[in-house]
């Protein structure tokens, strides 16, 4: 799988938008776009996918460049309990989920 | 259902012990993963299997065993534990491959230490 590049860490205000942003310069055709985050004590879950256009669900939203070059997960209110590590990952569509390469991700931190 | 299950959720091993870290998930997954997770980092694929009886490695496989018996149960077997092998255990499980293996399911985890 292709890698990622995610900012070591980000800082929000509780109740404010976050965008998190993923860069995957190398992204093939055939690779979606996976987010997903790490609550403290916690196994990661899963929160999106995506692969050429932007998508919505209950817990956020996902933009792709036109390119798919980069992307932008989007927490539109972020609570506390949003503060969790993020992790951007591509996989390609061929392979299944469970050979996913996780990246150290970003470290979201809420502050109320 | 229950999910996936991990047990034990702590184990402190001296050097040199065996042991297997027991993973079980209940929805039928073909695909099932073991990671691990140091201190401060993302999760490493130590050993996967995309059904019983079919397992390959990950990106760290050495000092760990895996055996696929059953779709349910995937164990991983510590041969002789070394100190640089604490870390927190993570096994993880998902659907076959294709638009519909998006979403992998992770257990709660095993904290590993080994002195």
């Known amino acids: 799988d292709a890698k990622t590049t995610q900012p070591n860490s980000m800082e929000s205000n509780e109740e404010e938008p976050v965008h998190l942003p993923c860069n995957h310069s190398t992204i093939s055709g055939t690779d979606y776009i996976h987010w997903y985050r790490q609550l403290p004590s916690q196994g990661p879950e899963y929160v999106i996918h995506g692969l050429t256009s932007n998508v919505n669900n209950r817990m956020a939203s996902l933009a792709i460049a036109e390119d798919r070059k980069s992307s932008t997960l989007i927490l539109h209110r972020a609570t506390l309990r949003d503060a969790a590590v993020y992790y951007c990952i591509l996989r390609d569509v061929r392979t299944n989920a469970g050979k996913s390469t996780f990246g150290d991700g970003t470290t979201l931190t809420v502050k109320p | 259902n229950a999910g996936v299950t991990q047990t034990p959720k702590f184990q402190v091993l001296k050097t040199g012990q065996s042991m297997t870290l027991q993973c079980a998930q209940d929805?039928?997954?073909?695909?099932m993963s073991w990671y691990r997770q140091d201190p401060g980092m993302g999760l490493r694929l130590i050993h996967y299997s995309v059904g019983a009886g079919i397992t390959d490695q990950g990106e760290v496989p050495n000092g760990y065993n895996v055996s696929r018996s059953t779709t349910e149960d995937f164990p991983l077997r510590l041969l002789s534990a070394a100190p640089s092998q604490t870390s927190v255990y993570f096994c993880a499980s998902s659907y076959g491959r294709g638009i519909f293996s998006y979403e992998q399911y992770f257990g709660p985890g095993t904290r590993l230490t080994v002195t």
């Open positions: 929805m039928n997954h073909e695909y």
